[in-house]
C-alpha cells in the first residue's frame, strides 16, 4: 500500500497541468458517484421480487427506502386508511416507524397493529374496510432480511403485475410533506 501511495505521489509531482490533473480527479470522482448511485439502484431494485419486496438490513433495506416505500404504497392506493403491522424481527419496530412515517407524508392514515403475522393484517384491511395494508416481514428469510408484504383494499395481495412495479417507480421518489394521522 505504501509503494502505491509513493507511485501516485510520483505521479502527481510529475504531472506538469496541474489544473488538468485536478480536472481528471473531479472527472474520476463524478464517476466513482455514478458508480455508487448505478449500484444502490440496482440493489433497491432487485429487491421487489414478484409479490413482496425483501433485502437485508441495513444494506438493501433501510429506514429511507421504508419511509420511500411506505410513501409509494399510499400513493399508489390512493388510500386513505392504511394499516401497518411487522413480525418480530429486530430490525422490524425502526422500519415499520419509517413505512409509518412514509405513510403518513402520503397524507393517509395508519392503523398500527403492532406485532402480528400477515394473515392477521390481511384480516385488519377486510374486516376495517381499509384501502390497504403494508406487513414489515421477510417470512422465511434470515433474520438479517427485512422486507414487505402489501395488499389492497379487501386484502387483496399486490404482486408485481397487480402493482408493485409502480411502487418500485413511486419509490424513487422523495416522501411528501403531507401528515396523516396514527391509530
Request: with cysteine.
Amino acid at each position: 500500500n505504501r509503494e502505491a501511495e509513493d507511485q501516485y505521489l510520483q505521479f502527481v509531482e510529475s504531472y506538469e497541468d496541474k489544473s488538468e490533473l485536478l480536472s481528471m480527479v473531479e472527472e474520476a470522482k463524478r464517476g466513482i458517484l455514478r458508480v455508487r448511485y448505478i449500484k444502490r439502484k440496482l440493489s433497491v431494485m432487485g429487491i421487489f421480487k414478484a409479490y413482496d419486496i425483501r433485502g437485508r438490513y441495513p444494506g438493501e433495506v433501510d429506514e429511507s427506502l421504508a419511509l420511500r416505500i411506505g410513501h409509494a404504497t399510499a400513493r399508489y392506493l390512493k388510500g386513505r386508511s392504511i394499516a401497518v403491522g411487522r413480525d418480530v424481527r429486530q430490525s422490524a419496530p425502526a422500519i415499520l416507524r419509517s413505512v409509518v412515517e412514509g405513510v403518513t407524508r402520503a397524507g393517509a392514515d395508519v392503523l398500527e397493529i403492532g406485532m402480528c403475522t400477515t394473515p392477521m393484517l390481511y384480516f385488519a384491511v377486510g374486516k376495517y374496510e381499509l384501502d390497504g395494508g403494508i406487513m414489515v416481514t421477510a417470512s422465511h428469510n434470515p433474520p438479517d432480511w427485512i422486507g414487505f408484504k402489501i395488499c389492497r383494499e379487501k386484502a387483496f395481495p399486490i404482486g408485481e403485475r397487480t402493482g408493485l412495479k409502480e411502487i418500485e417507480r413511486l419509490s424513487e421518489e422523495p416522501a411528501g410533506k403531507e401528515k396523516g394521522s396514527i391509530e
